[in-house]
């Protein structure tokens, strides 16, 4: 079984940043690729950045591209997601995804607001 918690969501005024991390833990040694999706109110849930198990191959949603950067870091366990020049249309619950052993795993959702 393998756990993903992520941290760092909140409330940000738009133009600013915020990093979410995704700290998983368990039998993590069938981990593989990570993921954020994010869903809004009311919109189905979409990919919004992927890395791969060695953190050399990413992509991104058109949405985000040039503003979010995701990485790694495979000694802690950890998957990351600096968002920057957020604006309104970022509000969403992201979460967190991995591929063990060929299944997906899911986090519980962390919130990110971006209003004034």
């Known amino acids: 079984q393998v756990q993903l918690v992520e941290s760092g969501g909140g409330l940000v005024q738009p133009g600013g940043s915020l990093r979410l991390s995704c700290a998983a833990s368990?039998?993590?040694?069938?981990?593989?690729?990570m993921a954020w999706y994010r869903q809004a109110p009311g919109e189905q849930r979409e990919l919004v950045a992927r890395?791969?198990?060695?953190?050399?191959?990413?992509n991104y949603g058109d949405s985000v591209k040039g503003r979010f950067t995701i990485s790694r870091d495979n000694d802690k366990n950890t998957v990351y997601l600096q968002m920057n020049s957020l604006k309104p249309e970022d509000t969403a619950v992201y979460y967190c995804?991995?591929?063990?052993?060929?299944?997906?795993?899911w986090g519980q959702g962390t919130q990110v607001t971006v209003s004034s």
């Open positions: 995804n991995a591929v063990v052993y060929g299944s997906t795993v």
């Open positions: 368990g039998s993590i040694s069938g981990l593989n690729g």
């Open positions: 890395i791969s198990r060695g953190g050399s191959f990413t």
